[in-house]
Nanobody, 116 residues
Framework: QVQLVESGGGLVQAGGSLRLSCAAS????????MGWYRQAPEKQRELVAS???????DYADFVKGRFTISRDIAKGTVYLQMNSLKPEDTAVYYC??????????WGQGTQVTVSS
């Protein structure tokens, strides 16, 4: 069974930085796309950033210039470097992996709290 293990969340002051990691127990050859989503209280889950098998990245407008998604293919790990954090970035951040068969898997989520 594929598992996604997330780490790196926490509490940070506005303007600070955090780095999230998500390690997938799946063959790198089976991964089509990896991404980060977030869900704030009483809001829908939304895409933050994603990276495809070919390395193409995509970012939500509200994080462009502040967040960077990257991956270590050999480790099957995707990262989200978050800089210039704002209180409105407070949410539970989820990792998602889409495999080449069309199935998606979610991580358990990691809390990010940004204080003003």
């Amino acid at each position: 069974q594929v598992q996604l293990v997330e780490s790196g969340g926490g509490l940070v002051q506005a303007g600070g930085s955090l780095r999230l990691s998500c390690a997938a127990s799946i063959s790198i050859f089976s991964i089509n796309r990896m991404g980060w989503y977030r869900q704030a209280p009483e809001k829908q889950r939304e895409l933050v950033a994603s990276i495809t098998r070919g390395g193409r990245t995509d970012y939500a407008d509200f994080v462009k210039g502040r967040f960077t998604i990257s991956r270590d293919i050999a480790k099957g790990t995707v990262y989200l470097q978050m800089n210039s954090l704002k209180p409105e970035d407070t949410a539970v951040y989820y990792c998602r992996v889409d495999d080449i068969g069309g199935d998606s898997r979610w991580g358990q989520g990691t809390q990010v709290t940004v204080s003003s």
